[in-house]
């Protein structure tokens, strides 16, 4: 989308960018919006957002690049929303899922579940000049010790999600870069406030001051992470 516009924050336009295609050759359109959006409304499909989606009451392609959104009651962070990634797009009419026929930079070549994707670079992509990669192999190794090793043993050359007591073995070694980025995971203990005990202001103190929120941060997460203000929306 280029643009998302409302007068009232209950009734959105959405822009689409023309010149989108998908990797099929089809050219994206409100149409394809239009039908995606609505999928997550059917309790056939089991969508996991169907309750944020129940807010959107109606969908109307107004042109080919232009789709407008109605809201049940007002909502500023429907952009925001949409953002999720369970809102992303597919054609008009799709019921075959397996080939990954989206509009992204790379078009999916090989996908065994649980082992191993290929992808290839979309040629049709609509940003200019990239993706800069002709493809990559997306290799899944869920043991951190594995995955780790693998890194460092030259047989793959980038890996996610590096557990924090393997963070010195890695910056230790020369030709290995880390990169850091502060995530929306949050580690807390919940305590309902409209129920014994957590009713009684002294418990939640004494809870507060019962854990040692910096002495985890230091031991248990190697520094790698910041201590909440009592909710856990992260710094990003």
Do not use: C
Not at 202 to 213: E, I, Q, S, Y
Not at 214 to 234: F, W
């Amino acid at each position: 989308a280029e643009s998302f516009d409302s007068k009232d924050a209950k009734t959105w336009t959405v822009k689409l960018r023309k010149g989108v295609t998908f990797h099929d050759g089809k050219d994206l359109t409100a149409d394809d919006v239009v039908f995606s959006l609505k999928r997550h409304l059917d309790p056939a499909i089991g969508s996991k957002v169907a309750k944020i989606a129940a807010q959107m009451t109606g969908f109307k392609a107004v042109d080919k690049s232009t789709v407008e959104i109605t809201l049940a009651d007002p909502n500023a962070d429907l952009p925001t929303i949409l953002s999720l990634h369970h809102f992303m797009i597919v054609a008009d009419g799709t019921t075959d899922f397996s080939k990954g026929n989206g509009t992204g930079a790379f078009v999916l070549q090989t996908f065994e579940p649980g082992v191993r994707s290929v992808v290839t670079k979309n040629k049709n992509y609509w940003k200019s000049g990239k993706p800069y990669l002709d493809s990559f192999e997306f290799i899944a190794i869920s043991d951190d010790s594995a995955r780790v090793n693998a890194l460092l043993s030259g047989d793959i050359n980038f890996a996610a999600s590096i557990n924090p007591r393997a963070m010195k073995l890695i910056g230790g070694q020369q030709g290995f870069e880390l990169s850091k980025t502060t995530s929306g995971n949050y580690t807390d203990l919940n305590i309902r406030l409209d129920m014994d005990p957590g009713s009684k202001a002294d418990f939640v103190a004494g809870m507060k001051n019962l854990v040692n929120r910096e002495q985890i941060v230091k031991s248990a997460l190697r520094g790698l992470g910041e201590i909440g203000n009592d909710q856990p929306v992260s710094p990003a």
